[in-house]
């Protein structure tokens, strides 16, 4: 099971991660820190060239392991407007997805657009019946992401909180391919 490399979302493209971009990244990430943090616990003011790189890396180990398939979210002018990704973590069946927007390009629709490529994608790969979006009960431009795409809630439960916006309150929502 492995998705493509690189996928088409209207007027943006999802590309597997690539170290070249490490720099674009730390940058997309340090001008959207004050939002980012309230939701993703790596998003610290320590955060530098050396986590990008090690995120990219990581990212591509995950890959060729069949764990994880991370992507840079790019305009159609080649800026980078954020990062999304598919997880097995949940278990057989199932890819969740996480994901964030660089704050300069957030509230254009970006996201929901990515989430709806990338879903349609997930579920077409050999022995995945749905895809998932786990959010935070406070992040409601998360939520609101997952409900534009067309994802249903199917749990909600407590957790610790690890970053600074966050309730406890984990919503897992789901989408379903078409018969499954
Ligand atoms: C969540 C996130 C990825 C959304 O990215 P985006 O590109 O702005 O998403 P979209 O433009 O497709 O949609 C955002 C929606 O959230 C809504 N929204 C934003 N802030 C909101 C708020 N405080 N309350 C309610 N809705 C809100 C927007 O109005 C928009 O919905 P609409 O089109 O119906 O108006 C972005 O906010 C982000 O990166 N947040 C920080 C990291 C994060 O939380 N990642 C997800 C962890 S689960």
Do not use: C
């Not at 995950?62 to 992507?71: C, E, K, L, M, S």
């Not at 927007?101 to 749905?130: C, D, H, K, N, W």
């Amino acid at each position: 099971m492995e998705p493509p490399e690189m996928i088409n979302a209207g007027e943006l493209v999802l590309k597997r991660w690539e170290i070249e971009w490490a720099p674009a990244a730390l940058d997309a990430i340090k001008d959207s820190l004050p939002e980012l943090r309230q939701f993703l616990p790596w998003a610290t003011d320590g955060y530098g060239l050396e986590e990008s790189r090690e995120y990219i890396s990581r990212s591509s180990a995950d890959w060729d392991a069949g764990t994880q398939f991370n992507y840079a979210i790019f305009t159609a002018v080649g800026e980078l407007a954020g990062s999304i990704g598919l997880m097995t973590r949940m278990g057989p069946g199932v890819l969740e997805i996480g994901y964030w927007t660089a704050t300069p390009f957030a509230g254009r629709g970006y996201m929901t657009a990515a989430v709806q490529a990338i879903s349609r994608v997930a579920v077409t790969l050999p022995g995945i019946e749905r895809v998932a979006i786990k959010h935070d009960e406070a992040n409601k431009a998360s939520g609101a992401v997952a409900v534009k795409a067309g994802f249903t809630e199917v749990a909600r439960h407590s957790r610790e909180v690890e970053a600074e916006g966050e309730s406890g309150t984990t919503i897992v929502r789901e989408l379903r391919a078409a018969g499954a």
